[in-house]
Structure formats: C-alpha cells, structure tokens
T-cell receptor, first 115, second 113 residues
Framework: SAVISQKPSRDICQRGTSLTIQCQVD?????MFWYRQQPGQSLTLIATANQGSEATYESGFVIDKFPISRPNLTFSTLTVSNLSPEDSSIYLC????????????FGPGTRLTVL | GENVEQHPSTLSVQEGDSAVIKCTYS??????FPWYKQELGKRPQLIID?????GEKKDQRIAVTLNKTAKHFSLHITETQPEDSAVYFCAASIGSSASKIIFGSGTRLSIRP
C-alpha cells in the first residue's frame, strides 16, 4: 500500500481563522479523498480531490468552507476556513489501492481543536 | 441517499469467544464491502474486504459474509484476543464504481480478559 503522510499532525486554532492540511503520497494516484471524523464518530467523506479539475464535494460540504487544492498526482491540501468549535475533528486523507478493487488507505490524520 | 447501518454500537466479549458485527446497506448497486479497524488515536486500517461476487471470505481469525439479496454483510472474529479491542467500521461502495465508500457508524469492541 501507499505511504501517506499528513501535516500538521495536530493543531489548536482560534475561531475565525483557517487551517490548511497537507497530504502527501509516495506514489501517483488519480483520486485523493478527504474525510472528517468528529469525536467518537464515524468517517464522513468531505470531497474527492481530482488532479487537474475541481474537487467534488459531498452533500453538506461546500468549497467556500473546505477549499481543496490538487496541484499534482502525489499531493493535496484541504483548508478548513472560518473555524468554529464545531470544526474540531480529525481530518484524514485517503487514496485508492494499486488495484481497482476499491480499497482505500488512510493517512495518519490531523487532529484539529478550535477554541 | 445511500446509507450503511451498523450494529451493535458497543460489544464486549470474553477473550477466546467470538464477536459478530452486522451491517446493512441501501444502495443495490454497491459491490465492494471493506471492514476497517481503528485503534485509539490511530488511522483506520483495512482488515478484510469482500466483493459482491463472493458470499464469504476468510483470513485467519476473521471472516466476512455477504448476503446481496438481503443487503446484509457481517464481520466474524473468532478466538478473540486483547489486541482485537478497537472500533470496527463497515463500509460499502457508492454505486458500482467502487471509488467512493460510505462508512457505518462503528462498533466499539472490548475483549474481557
């Protein structure tokens, strides 16, 4: 499976500010996914980051709040804008496996706390 | 929209006994069903998966069964050990593309010594 890293691993931010999270993969992948995991909850897909095109957002998530960049096939960023305490979560990126089976592998996550 | 329901939300079993976690899905086009294990403070790890053309798959102490007609799939862990304690998530692909998956709500499994 791919080696996936995220930066930062954790951060504490003030409300009203923004945090940009980076996801780096050691191999080229067509799609990268961004998830949110609220405390004690399951994983919710925020958007799919496609290289060379706009990200595709899931219902309930909008580009103004969660802008995404995908400059190349190994890197993506997710920005969480205009932070509020409700944004306190773990944010994870994931990438598909090498085959076309559908498996996904996750980065280590970024724990965000908003004060 | 698409939905995956998972039960139970918590499960406590005696070490050495078996554990079963059940999920149902709503999208009849789903054809890929992975299971993830998430230990405290760590990322979800894929432990086993099954595709819709197979009814059962086994890997050592873990097995997954799929009933496409009923839209049910289950995770079975036999001879449970303390290191099996974690949160387990089922998931199902959205549609037939298998590129996006939707997760169940999770099951917190505790193994009693």
């Amino acid at each position: 499976s791919a080696v996936i890293s995220q930066k930062p691993s954790r951060d504490i931010c003030q409300r009203g500010t923004s945090l940009t999270i980076q996801c780096q993969v050691d191999s080229q992948v067509t799609m990268m996914f961004w998830y949110r995991q609220q405390p004690g909850q399951s994983l919710t897909l925020i958007a799919t980051a496609n290289q060379g095109s706009e990200a595709t957002y899931e219902s309930g998530f909008v580009i103004d709040k969660f802008p995404i960049s995908r400059p190349n096939l190994t890197f993506s960023t997710l920005t969480v804008s205009n932070l509020s305490p409700e944004d306190s979560s773990i944010y994870l990126c994931s990438v598909p496996g090498q085959g076309s089976n559908g498996e996904q592998f996750f980065g280590p996550g970024t724990r965000l706390t908003v004060l | 929209g698409e939905n995956v329901e998972q039960h139970p939300s918590t499960l406590s079993v005696q070490e050495g006994d078996s554990a079963v976690i059940k999920c149902t899905y709503s999208d009849s086009a789903s054809n890929y069903f992975p299971w993830y294990k998430q230990e405290l403070g760590k990322r979800p790890q894929l432990i086993i998966d099954i595709r819709s053309n197979v009814g059962e798959k086994k890997d050592q102490r873990i097995a997954v069964t799929l009933n496409k007609t009923a839209k049910h799939f289950s995770l079975h862990i036999t001879e449970t050990q303390p290191e099996d304690s974690a949160v387990y998530f089922c998931a199902a692909s959205i549609g037939s593309s298998a590129s996006k998956i939707i997760f169940g709500s999770g099951t917190r499994l505790s193994i009693r010594p």
